[in-house]
């Protein structure tokens, strides 16, 4: 059978051997993914469906196509599991043949570089189920929050308005304990059920997973967010859409989907008491947009990506962090996750720490703009 590029395959027991132009024999063992029915990509090279008598040939794909950001290269292994049970098997796999791996959802809060990664990159897009029953509602984690946000509507359940046009998969959301426009996940979640490394399932109560603001069990623990349960209580269906659309204006306004991008890059220090967007705008962080890295013109905590690489986007937001630390003394922490290989000298100040040296008097002026 030919494939693309006048490769031809072969399938001999448990291995795929793939012949290129040149006569090179590769050769590919499945080990178990054939029997955990789960999609395994190679790339570059051959997407391959682990199927009996069922394997095919694609084009390499690029992470950048999964990615929000829009940056992003090729993998030795996209896995891309249905249920918390094949998630389970996956990770088993992974522990047992020791590959580097890091997980993707939306992408809608990551920047993903863009030199190869070699190990193996977890998917949430086939696991986006939802059931609903009466109150309570049961979710994947792979689920778009606004998809979320419109079931809960449909059936006239109150508490997930807030979510509708919010980027990104319940999975990160409840990662983060996402907050915005008046609502937190926390408030709405009953129970998580996650895989842990080993590829165990557990789960637990809402009460052992949030701990307040963008801080939860999962930001030190390395269990991933499988299925989620929530307690929801029926609402008007007028008012519920009043706050969907509010949202969704909102979010427009602030021409967040103008370009590519990852949302907020900062998170908000509530301990300042004054958005970062609001600290990065006074910083004069615009003066940093260069090319096609934008900091946004109508929001200084959005990045836009015209057209740039992973690294043109991180030194940019490396250097509005510093900025605004010369500037208040507020040292800013990164909502944008980092996903990849990233350069030395850029990881270093990715992940420097500094302490917080507030400029009361700078900071107290700027509060006086928002009175």
């Known amino acids: 059978m030919l494939c693309s590029k006048g490769r031809k395959r072969q399938k001999l027991d448990e291995l795929l051997y793939l012949h290129d132009d040149s006569g090179v024999k590769k050769e590919f063992c499945f080990g178990n993914w054939q029997s955990l029915g789960l999609t395994l990509y190679l790339c570059p090279g051959q997407l391959l469906n682990p199927h009996p008598n069922e394997f095919y040939c694609k084009p390499p794909m690029l992470l950048k196509e999964l990615s929000t950001y829009k940056t992003g290269g090729t993998c030795d292994q996209l896995i ?27 992408g809608s809060n990551s920047l993903i570089m863009d030199d190869h990664w070699p190990g193996a990159v977890i998917s949430f897009s086939n696991m986006n189920h939802i059931r609903i029953e009466q109150t309570r509602v ?22 997930a308005g807030w979510m509708y046009y919010m980027p990104g ?37 809402g009460k052992e997973v949030f701990f307040g603001y963008k801080d939860t069990l999962f930001m030190s623990k390395p269990e991933i967010v499988a299925m989620v349960e929530f307690n929801l209580a029926k609402g008007d269906q007028e008012q519920i859409r009043q706050l969907m659309d509010s949202c969704k204006t909102d979010r427009e306004a602030k021409h967040q989907f103008l370009y590519p991008s990852c949302g907020c890059v900062f998170k908000n220090n509530y301990d300042v008491g004054i958005p970062s967007g609001l600290l990065l705008e006074h910083a004069k962080v615009r003066q940093f947009s260069v090319g096609p890295v934008e900091v946004s013109p109508y929001h200084a905590n959005f990045v836009f990506n015209k057209g740039a690489t992973a690294i043109q986007i991180l030194d940019v937001t490396l250097q509005m962090r510093e900025v605004v630390y010369r500037k208040y003394g507020v040292w800013l922490e990164y909502e944008m996750e980092v996903l990849g290989l990233i350069p030395d000298d850029l990881k270093k100040r990715f992940q420097e720490e500094r302490p917080q040296n507030f400029k009361q008097a700078d900071l107290a002026l700027l509060r006086n703009t928002l009175d």
């Open 169 to 205: 998969q319940l999975g990160a959301t409840v990662r983060m304990n996402a907050r915005c426009y008046g609502g937190e996940i926390s408030g709405i979640v009953d129970a998580v059920t996650v895989v842990t490394e080993n590829g165990e399932i557990k789960t637990y109560s």
């Open 138 to 159: 049961f979710a994947e984690a792979g689920l778009d929050n606004s998809q979320f946000a419109e079931a809960c509507y449909e059936a006239s359940l109150a508490g």
């Open 80 to 106: 891309e599991p249905h249920s918390a049970e094949e998630l389970a098997d996956a990770m088993a796999q992974v522990q047992r043949n020791q590959t580097s791996y890091f997980l993707l959802g939306a």
